[in-house]
């Protein structure tokens, strides 16, 4: 039987449930950001009038209101989108039980054996779903169906805002092929930069190029993105129930302006090891190593680990431990462009027990209330929003663009 997959894509996600607290802005230029207090904030969501005069998602603040001057700012509200993907994927779940979110506003959904309880129409049950998320949740969403998971995700790219797409045997040469090659999933720059090399620029150019010297090219990926390009993709839908952990958990930023002195190194470290913890504990992981990595102005790396003395997702001993490092490693004269901390070698926090240390009996039960509190702010941060509680180190600091989350399964 002929696989029907679904991708949903929510439209201008952040920006959408913003809106739904101001309707009355809703046919102004708007965006979404970080800090709207600060010229280097960073561009996250905009509105369907905000992407008419160019705006785009990652740019900064000035970038955008160059373009725009007439830019709406509203700040995130991280917990609120949560919210709302949890409501839009429990939509999802009244037609299948096969629902893989793939990002915060993005999920496929396996509807091969409930298709016929629904009529057993795809293009009708996809517009069924569009319209079920207007009425009830006042949030738009493009659709691509499909008979596989990459095809189905270019599909809900094909037409935005608001529209189903239908990428059958019959036309996906007609309708994909054409597209750039970076439009492909996972095809990023580097992968662009070597396929244009070799005179592939369009997903037709990739899939009519030669599967075996593709993968002499570019490795696994090679065979990996001919399969994508040709339609021959067939991974499952997997639940989110049945996902595996991630394997490590990681955040890191690229600064407005270089750091310099242990002061504001350790302001920065502070930052993104508390956005670690915070992930850490939402996955109820703990872990055994703090990872550094650090970039200068002229983007060169070097990269440190420590093994902790025990399971942690404590913020202050990832800070501590990732400090250490730095502190072993870096002149704090010399400027850093970006940092990033990463927790890694992972374990379940119910089998994260630590043995009680003879000369420094007091670390467990210290740890045990630091736990307790960073759970407490989790709670106030879940409720009132990522701002509401914060350490005091970090209120001052410039805010900076977010460089990468080592991309996992989305933990928010």
Not at 57 to 68: I, L, P, S, Y
Not at 211 to 230: M, P, V
Not at 255 to 272: D, M, Q
Request: aromatic share 8%; net charge neutral.
């Amino acid at each position: 039987m002929e696989r029907v997959i679904l991708h949903c894509d929510l439209n201008s996600f952040y920006a959408s449930v913003e809106l739904l607290d101001h309707p009355e802005l809703r046919d102004r230029p708007v965006a979404v950001c970080g800090d709207p207090s600060s010229r280097h904030g960073v561009i996250l969501a905009k509105n369907e009038p905000a992407k008419r005069f160019q705006v785009k998602t990652a740019e900064t603040v000035w970038q955008a209101r160059r373009k725009c001057p007439g830019l709406i700012l509203l700040p995130a509200h991280h917990w609120k989108y949560r919210e709302y993907s949890k409501k839009v994927n429990a939509v999802y779940e009244r037609y299948t039980d096969l629902v893989e979110p793939f990002s915060i506003d993005e999920s496929w959904l396996d509807v091969t054996g409930t298709l016929h309880l629904f009529g057993g129409d795809a293009r009708a049950l996809a517009d069924e779903i569009r319209r079920v998320l207007r009425e009830e949740l006042n949030l738009t969403v493009s659709v691509g169906v499909s008979f596989n998971k990459i095809f189905a995700k270019l599909g809900s790219d094909y037409k935005k805002p608001d529209a189903t797409t239908v990428i059958s045997r019959e036309n996906y040469r007609e309708l994909l092929w054409p597209l750039p090659v970076t439009d492909l999933l996972f095809v990023g720059r580097a992968a662009a930069r070597v396929l244009e090399q070799y005179g592939v620029r369009t997903i037709g150019d990739l899939a009519a190029y030669d599967r075996e010297a593709l993968g002499k090219l570019l490795g696994r990926q090679g065979y990996t993105l001919h399969d994508y390009a040709s339609g021959a993709e067939h991974s499952p839908v997997i639940p989110a129930r049945e996902q595996p952990g991630p394997k490590s958990v990681g955040n890191g930023l690229t600064f407005p302006r270089n750091l310099e002195g242990w002061t504001e190194l350790r302001t920065a470290v502070t930052e993104l090891s508390d956005e670690v913890a915070v992930r850490l504990r939402k996955h109820a992981l703990k872990c055994t190593t703090v990872q550094v990595t650090i970039r200068d102005p002229s983007f060169k790396d070097i990269c440190r680990q420590k093994r902790l003395s025990a399971p942690t997702y404590v913020s202050r001993d990832l800070t501590d431990a990732a400090m250490e490092l730095i502190r072993a490693s870096w002149n704090p004269k010399a400027p850093v462009r970006a940092l990033t901390i990463t927790a890694q070698n992972l374990v379940e926090e119910q089998d994260a027990g630590e043995q009680l240390n003879l000369f420094a009996a007091g670390a467990a039960p210290r740890r045990d209330r630091l736990e307790k509190l960073e759970k407490a702010m989790d709670g106030i941060r879940d409720r009132f929003g990522r701002d509401a509680i914060t350490a005091a180190s970090t209120v001052h600091r410039d805010k900076a663009e977010v460089k990468e989350d080592h991309r996992l399964p989305p933990v928010d």
